[in-house]
Nanobody, 122 residues
């Protein structure tokens, strides 16, 4: 199994910044060459995609709602993936989850962290 542990959540005022980090451990060979992503779930809403990054880091994808404000990065030597969140808005308030998947175009996100809470006050 692969364990993912998020950190870095908290309370911040609108316009502020937070940096989330996710550390992978365990059978990390299962996600070798695979992409990793961040998802979020706001109160009363379904989980939604926020950002993803390829194994090499050359390819990143963002939801329109966070594009230009969030930056995803990874360090394969440390088995970590980070999400730098700038210009935060109250609507960014959510539980943020790290996810990982095996390589392959049809691979689904199989491994999930427990989540870290982000609250943006107005």
């Amino acid at each position: 199994q692969v364990q993912l542990v998020e950190s870095g959540g908290g309370l911040v005022q609108a316009g502020g910044s937070l940096r989330l980090s996710c550390a992978a451990s365990g059978r990390t060979f299962s996600i070798y060459l695979g992409s990793m992503g961040w998802f979020r779930q706001a109160p009363g809403k379904e989980r939604e995609f926020a950002a993803a990054i390829s194994w090499s880091g050359d390819s990143t994808t963002y939801a329109d709602s966070v594009k230009g404000r969030f930056t995803i990065s990874r360090d394969n030597a440390k088995n970590t993936v980070d999400l730098q969140m700038n210009s935060l808005k109250p609507e960014d308030t959510a539980d943020y989850y790290c996810a990982a998947r095996a390589p392959g175009a049809l691979s689904q996100y199989k491994y999930w962290g427990q989540g870290t809470q982000v609250t943006v006050s107005s």
